[in-house]
Each structure stands twice: as C-alpha cells, then as structure tokens.
C-alpha cells in the first residue's frame, strides 16, 4: 500500500488527515469501498448523503473502538468492531427512514451495507487499535471525506452527463444536450471510477507502486 | 480461566449495550417512520386514483386527501379487499416474483372491468429486464384492456411481445419471460379474489 512516512514520534493531527483525505485514501488509492461508490453514483444527491453516512459511521466507530482498545479482548476484536459498526449504521438508517424517507428509498440497502464497507473496519483494525481517541476521530473524519469527495465527483459527472443536470437543477440545456443514459446505468459507474481513478495516479507524484494490495469491497 | 470470563462478560456488555443504542433509537424513531410508510402506501393508492398532489406534498396532506376521498373496503384495513373512489376501484395484487415479492395495484374504471392504470411500486426483478415492470412503457400497455371477460371471469393474459390483440391481451417484456409468467399469476389471483369478494 501506497503508505505515507509517517513523521518522527507517531501520527499528528494533520498528518492524520491529510493521509486519509488524500495520501492515502480509502478509494482511489487502497481501492476499498468500491461495490459503494459504484452502486450509489448515479446522482450527486445520493452520493453526498453516502458519504455523510460513511464519515459518521467511521468516525464514531473510531471514536468507540480507540475508547475501549485498551479493553477489548484480542480474541473477539473483530466481532467487537462489527458489533459497534452496525450498530451506528442501523442507527443512521434508522435516522433516514425517519427524517429523510426519499432518500432512504433510493440508497435502498447501501446504508444497510456500510456495515461491510471494508474501509470502516479497516479503520477501525489499523488506525483506532493503535491510536488515541481524539487523532482515531480526525482519522475516521478523513477517511470518509476522502470517500465522500470521489463520490461526489463520480456523482456529479454521472449525473451530469447521464441527465444533463447537478443536483436536479438543469445545467446543460435539453435544447442542444442529448443526455447519454449510459453513464447512470451500472457499466457508466465503472468507466467513470475507472476513468477518475486512473486520472489521480496520472497527475499523483510517483509513489512506489509495485506492492499495491488487492481490491475489496 | 480468568481473561476467557472477561471475554464472555466483554461480549455480553457490549451486546447489551449496542442493543439499549437500537432500541432506543428505533423506538425514538418509529413514529415518523410508520407516518413515512403510510403516506407512502397512501401516495400509491391516490396515483393509481389519478388524484392529484401538490409537488412534495407531506405526509399529513396525503394522508388527508386519502382519507377524504378514499373508501377502504374489506374487514382488515391494513389488508383490505380493494379500495374505491367515487365508482372507480382499485384493486391490491401482490404475489412472488422472480427475486422478491412483487406489490402493486390495479384500477378498474366504473364498469369494474375496464383498467384505467396498473402499478408495480414494490418489486426487486432483474434490473433492465424484469425490473421493466414498474416503469411506464410497461404498465401504460393495460390502460383500456379488460381484467374480465363477459362471464365475469379472469381474463387478462400477458403475451409474447409483439403478439398481443383486443382486449385482453397485454404485450410482455422481451427477456423476462419469468418475471411476466409472475405478473400474470398475481393479476389473475388479483382478479379472482376481487371477484369473490364482490359476489358475497
């Protein structure tokens, strides 16, 4: 994995953040959290609120396994942090179905699916294990920024070319722009992360690429 | 001996814990959610109506216009034999699907036998294929057919695309063979329950 150094005496605040947003982020570099940013791109809306669930379910679910890593047997870690994972995310879906029931339709089971996000027990097990309770929150506050930020570019450019409009409102107009319904259909998702991911390493300084870990979901 | 007892009680606490979190919040929750679901299958049952709703309507204004317009005929009103509005009826049909269970409604006109809309607003079919079903190109194709024939028996029949003549017949989607056979069960067991119910 495309690791940055850390500095001298352990993770500072901003070198935390700036390693989940960027240097290291969850999507475009360790390819984690893809089943997601494919599924729920088709329109900008979507993908904003998929992200402000992910950066809450890791954040809290940081914020809770840093808390008790003292605690927590080693034997049952793993159960542990699932335990405390879904229960925030059953807790946002909860709070969707209550106050925001459109959008709660249209993820559909994505939120429900956030407890298999390999990005947020991978925080959890990486980050939050190791690390103080205020710099586990800063992380997982990254993490899900980082994810949120491609998803609202993948987003923006689905729905944009798909249908000609960013957040509903007409952008180009339907006068002289044929939309291409290609890109909300499920093969446009792949193109377009694709197209973004090899984007960023294009234009990324050349890290050490050769041990790069394999896909998840 | 003594870490496997902290392991055991770790796990009970924080199954407790977690637990007292979702109750609580599904709890603090329900009544909006249960507002939201009914509008929801209120909002169904008006569109089928063809009564019209203000763009983003809440939840009070659907449930109002239902109520005032709406007749809910059957002893189980969560479960109801159909519902009615001024002589129009509308009838629940529900049954499996290929990959879920499919919902969703059909009106009659006046007559009771003329269909004036179908919709499938519940169904987890094949996207692109047998997802078809809930879209418009589909369900606009029985708009003016007849669910029954003079005899008063089920009569509706989903075709081959293409094949479909007069007015009983309804063109199915090509490459959801299964998913139409499903539609074609539940409509007829739609049908034949309306029809049983209406006789007593």
Redesign the interface.
Known sequence: MAQSPVPIGGPTAKSTFLDGLWANNPIFCQILGICSALAVTTRLENSLVMGVALIFVIAMSNLAVSILRH???R??RM??EV??I??FV??FD??L???Y?EMSKQLGPYVGLIITNCIVMGRAEAYALQNKTALSVIDGIANGLGYTVILAIIGASRELIGTGKILGYEVLSGNWYVPNHFFI??PGAFIALGLLIWLIRAIRPQEDDSSQSGAGS | MKSSLFTVVFGLVLGLVCALVLTATAEFIKPRREANELAERYRNILEIFDIPLAEGAANQDIIRAFEDKVTIVGSDSANPDYYRYAQFIAIPAQGPGLWGPIEGLIGLAPDGVTITAVSFYKQEETPGLGGEIAGKNFTDRFIGKKLFDAAGRPALKIVRPGKASGDYQVDAISGATMTSDKVQALITAAAEKFKSTESN
């Open positions: 605690l927590i047997p034997r049952i159960i542990v335990a405390i879904a229960t059953i807790v909860q709070f179905k209550g106050y029931w259909y499920p």
